[in-house]
C-alpha cells in the first residue's frame, strides 16, 4: 500500500525538549516538504526537500531543523528555540519539485502529527 | 512579499445551495492547485489549472483561473454535507514554488 505516513498521530512534549517528528514515503517521490498549519490558517513551509541529500529553508524554518539521509524519510525536528511550538504538522512529497510546462507537481500529504507542547 | 489570499475565511450554506471561493495572487501565477481537507484530515489534491481563462469541471465543482492568471475561483453546484470542509488554493510561482491561501471553510447545513 503506496503512500505517505506520520507518526505519531498525537504527541505531547514539555517545554524546552526537541521532538523529533517522522515522515516516510514509499512513492518514490523526489521531492518531500514539512508545512505547519495553526488553527484557522492556512498552510505555511517550514522546509522542503528537492532531492535526497539536500534541503532548504521555507518561510518559517527558525527553531526547526531537518535531514534527508534517505530519500524516503524526511523527519522533521522541533527544537526548544520554536517560541510557539503547539501546531498540526504536515509533510507532504512529490514526484518531483519541477512540474514542468508551468506546472507544480501534485503534493500528495500525510495524515499529520498534532504537536502539543505543555 | 508574495500572497495568496483568499475569500470568504468562512461560509455557512443550507444544503443544496450554491458555494463559490474566490483566490487571489499579488502576483501572475505559473498555475493554481486546489486541495480539500476534511475536518481532523490532511489536503488532498483535487485539481491544478495552468493556462490563462482555463475552466475544469469535476462533476459539481467547477474550477476556474482567471485571465490575468492572478485569480482563481472554485464553485460548488448544490452543495451536499459531503463537501464540508477547508477548500485551498496553492499558487504556483515562477520560483517553482507553491504558496497556500489561507483556505475557506465550508460549512453545510443538512
Known amino acids: 500500500d503506496g503512500g505517505i505516513t506520520q507518526s505519531p498521530k498525537y504527541l505531547f512534549r514539555k517545554e524546552g525538549q526537541n521532538v523529533t517528528l517522522s515522515c516516510e514515503q514509499n512513492?518514490?517521490?523526489?521531492?518531500m516538504y514539512w508545512y505547519r498549519q495553526d488553527p484557522g490558517q492556512g498552510l505555511r513551509l517550514i522546509y522542503y526537500?528537492?532531492?535526497?541529500?539536500?534541503?532548504q529553508k521555507g518561510d518559517i524554518a527558525e527553531g526547526y531543523s531537518v535531514s534527508r539521509e534517505k530519500k524516503e524519510s524526511f523527519p522533521l525536528t522541533v527544537t526548544s528555540a520554536q517560541k510557539n511550538p503547539t501546531a498540526f504538522y504536515l509533510c507532504?512529497?512529490?514526484?518531483?519539485?519541477?512540474?514542468?510546462?508551468?506546472?507544480?507537481?501534485?503534493?500528495?500529504f500525510g495524515p499529520g502529527t498534532r504537536l502539543t507542547v505543555l | 512579499g508574495q500572497q495568496v489570499m483568499q475569500i470568504p475565511q468562512y461560509q455557512h450554506v443550507q444544503e443544496g445551495e450554491d458555494f463559490t471561493t474566490y483566490c487571489n495572487s499579488s502576483?501572475?501565477?505559473?498555475?493554481i492547485q486546489w486541495y480539500k481537507q476534511r475536518p481532523g484530515g490532511h489536503p488532498v489534491f483535487l485539481i491544478q489549472?495552468?493556462?490563462?481563462?482555463e475552466v475544469k469541471k469535476q462533476k459539481r465543482l467547477t474550477f476556474q483561473f482567471g485571465e490575468a492568471k492572478k485569480n482563481s475561483s472554485l464553485h460548488i453546484t448544490a452543495t451536499q454535507t459531503t463537501d464540508v470542509g477547508t477548500y485551498f488554493c496553492?499558487?504556483?510561482?515562477?520560483?517553482?514554488?507553491?504558496?497556500f491561501g489561507p483556505g475557506t471553510s465550508l460549512s453545510v447545513i443538512p
Open positions: 489549472l495552468v493556462k490563462s481563462g
Open positions: 512513492l518514490n517521490h523526489d521531492a
Open positions: 496553492a499558487g504556483g510561482t515562477s520560483y517553482d514554488k507553491v504558496i
Open positions: 526537500s528537492q532531492i535526497v541529500n539536500d534541503f
Open positions: 507532504a512529497s512529490s514526484i518531483a519539485w519541477l512540474g514542468g510546462f508551468g506546472t507544480t507537481d501534485t503534493q500528495y
Open positions: 502576483t501572475t501565477l505559473s498555475n
